[in-house]
């Protein structure tokens, strides 16, 4: 994994003021440093500039980036981020074809796979990547980005030059590049985030490449074009042979990605997605006489204060422990301390660029910061909810009968504090409903779906698009500052394919949530774990991290100098910390309630004052 940046201008000749390019990129790619602290390369070309930040997983010595080849006299170079899992495969169709390999890198298999196949070559690629293709035979730059967007890939135009990035930081290195917010992205920050829209990058200018998509920079300008899509169609598969094909297809997945030139481990959390990973893992590390090694997660005395709820049936702490004594895993338990939850929130958005899940991103932050001092790369669970239906909403009557983003049904608390004119001229509730007609006018449809399948493939889609892509982002950022890659082997997207047809009937048999993947679970983990309940991310329960962000909050407040003072209304934010306002409902989610929507106002006044931002 790594951090790549460029800029693009066909109307240029870079070669002739390489020196202050050099200057310019090194400058780009150091804001990406974190992200691959190993080493650093750069390459200037007649139309083209490109950097590397790496963190090297494959092929250590050799890999290196941005990385060239010729061809018929034709230069192709790339700069890549991400991890290609059949590697093995496509290097030995090229090899067939003739092509000769000096490295055991992905990043020459992609490069050859460029120029054999053209700019089609990603439909042959399983992965996470964000890349950028020079093209000196068609005169064209393309920039790449993986299906679900695992991988970050941002972009901006400034005077006729295309300047992209891994992170928003970077893009802020090139001259004209302002870090400002307009209407629109104050919508995204009070309406819609801690999720995004996709293609929007909240500042002024600041684009994305959508996750499924390419952009073909030439002479003639910017082309968006689409090289991937979700299919709605029929599952002709009996139950027995989908729960046999969910198997084969998860557990390639997960064998694929263990793939690593460097220290290995797994998130465990004792649920059924990170047990799975962590089964499948053990048991191929057995083969080899190895052993692998485990994470936990958990928060200073939470299990003084650990109350059980309808979305947070139990604590991880009695399941993680029968996990590791029946696979013999190397576990290593991490406790965040209490006041990391706060002292980490600035750090978290400056990691992010962005305001994001408060505490669910500081801890994370930490967490992922303790992994990093023994393994470079972790598999994690994500994704599987979303594309099993895991979560309560695509059970419950409310989210088939409003016409809302589940997830946040609720804007009041949002609204509430903002200044009455500002409340006025957001008008968040329809720019929430405008992003959400959007999105489901883009479900893929299936003529002969049900109206209850057909919703059910709404919220799905949502599911896919907004929710989940908004905990790629997080894990990517949290770990990546840190120096960690983590893979998500629910997030293949053989097995989203696959999934996405297969019938609720099926998928929710019995009344038993994701029932499909329990089912296809059988034999590779205990039955109590295989049927424990759902418990999401664990959050602290500690009264603690809720009177420290209200000290944060106040500190804020008091300064009249503090940005976010003019966008909320200083009295409503006094109402939060003396108890007079109701924030108990959660406003993102099910865990993100009170304490949580605190930490996020601390979060949006970081992003505004530490990155100097202008509304306009």
Known sequence: MCGICGFVNFRRNYIKTKQEECVLINRMKEKLYNRGPDEGGIWVGEHGVFGHRRLAVIDVERGKQPMKKTMQGYDFITAYNGELYNTKELR???????????????????????????????????????????????????????????????????????????????????????????????????????????????????????????????????????????????????????????????????????????????????????????????????????????????????????????????????????????????????????????????????????????????????FCREVKKKHTVVLSGECSDEIFGGYPWFRDKKAFETPAFPWCYDLSIRNAVLHRSVRETLKLEEYSKMRYEESIRETPRYICDSREESRRREIAWLNINWFMTNLL?????????????????????????????????????????????????????????????????????????????KMRLKRIIDDQDSPILALCDREKLMNILDGSFDYGRPFFGQLMAGPQFIGYLVQVNTLLDKYNVRIV
């Not at 169709?93 to 020459?108: H, N």
């Not at 030059?161 to 209407?183: C, H, M, N, Q, W």
């Not at 590791?324 to 338990?333: P, W």
């Open 92 to 366: 030995k169709k090229l090899e067939d074809f003739g092509y000769e390999f000096e490295t055991d890198s992905d990043t020459e298999v992609l490069l050859y796979s460029y120029i054999h196949y053209g700019a089609d070559c990603v439909k042959h690629f399983n992965g996470i990547f964000a890349f950028a293709i020079y093209d000196a035979m068609r005169q064209c730059v393309i920039l790449y980005r993986d299906r679900f967007g695992v991988k970050p890939l941002f972009y901006s135009v400034a005077d006729d030059t295309i300047v992209f990035a891994s992170e928003i930081k970077a893009l802020f290195e090139y001259p004209g590049i302002e870090p400002r917010i307009d209407r629109e992205g104050l919508c995204e920050l009070f309406a819609m985030s801690p999720a995004r829209t996709a293609g929007f990058g909240v500042f002024k200018g600041i684009r994305e490449v959508k996750p499924g998509h390419l952009l073909y920079i030439s002479r003639s300008g910017i082309c968006d074009k689409k090289y991937w899509e979700l299919k709605s169609g029929e599952h002709t598969d009996s139950y027995e042979e989908t729960i046999e094909k969910v198997r084969d297809i998860t557990t390639d997945a997960i064998k694929r990605q263990l793939v690593s030139d460097v220290p290995i481990a797994t998130f465990l959390s004792g649920g059924l997605d990170s047990s799975f990973i962590t089964a499948v893992a053990a048991n191929e590390f057995k083969k080899d006489g190895r052993t692998l090694s485990t994470y936990s997660f958990d928060y200073e005395d939470n299990d003084k204060y650990f109350k059980a709820s309808r979305f947070q049936p139990d604590s991880d702490s009695k399941w993680v422990p029968r996990m590791v004594e029946h696979f013999k895993t190397d576990h290593n338990y991490l406790v965040c301390p209490n006041d990391a939850l706060t002292d980490l929130l600035d750090e978290a958005v400056m990691a992010k660029d962005l305001p994001g899940m408060a505490d669910c991103d500081s801890s994370l932050l930490y």
């Open 473 to 549: 982002d997080r894990k990517d950022r949290m770990s990546m500052v840190s120096g960690l890659e983590v893979r998500v082997p629910f997030c293949d997207h053989r097995l989203v394919e696959y999934v996405w047809n297969i019938p609720w009937e099926m998928k929710n048999k019995d009344n038993v949530s994701k029932n499909v993947l329990r089912e296809a679970a059988k034999g590779i983990l205990p039955e109590d774990v295989r049927l424990r309940k759902k418990s999401p991310y664990p959050k602290t329960h500690n009264p603690f991290y809720e009177a420290a962000v």
